[in-house]
């Protein structure tokens, strides 16, 4: 059975980092994009990051650009987020998902077809 499991969120003061991480099980994601993606309450879930299966290619929402950076370990089947100068706007629950489907874009949430349960993470201001 897959499974996604994410850790690493908290409550931080504005201008602080989190690293949060995402641990897959049941199979391996070597082969596969992994991102992250983020809901704060009453809005939609929206792109955060991806890295393809080799690490080599990155992407980023405008929003998060020169203050996150996605990593994996593929031996490991982990991917992490290094977020740095948090501001409020960045609180929200952060998934961690697996593309598989190679249709359109990495920041389409519909091209993810594996989730994890989320991690909260919280920007005091």
């Known amino acids: 059975q897959v499974q996604l499991v994410e850790s690493g969120g908290g409550l931080v003061q504005a201008g602080g980092s989190l690293r949060l991480s995402c641990a897959a099980s049941?199979?391996?994601?070597?082969?596969?994009?992994m991102g992250w993606f983020r809901q704060a309450p009453g809005k939609e879930r929206e792109f955060v990051s991806a890295?393809?299966?080799?690490?080599?290619?990155?992407w980023y929402a405008d929003s998060v650009k020169g203050r996150f950076l996605i990593s994996r370990n593929g031996a490991m089947n982990t991917v992490d987020l290094q977020m740095n100068s948090l501001n409020a706007e960045d609180t929200a629950v952060y998934y961690c998902?697996?593309?598989?489907?190679?249709?359109?874009?990495?920041?389409?949430?519909?091209?993810?077809?594996?989730w994890g349960q989320g991690t909260q993470v919280t920007v005091s201001s």
């Open positions: 890295i393809s299966a080799s690490g080599t290619s990155t």
């Open positions: 049941g199979r391996t994601f070597r082969r596969y994009d």
């Open positions: 998902a697996v593309r598989t489907v190679y249709r359109s874009s990495w920041n389409v949430k519909d091209e993810y077809a594996y």
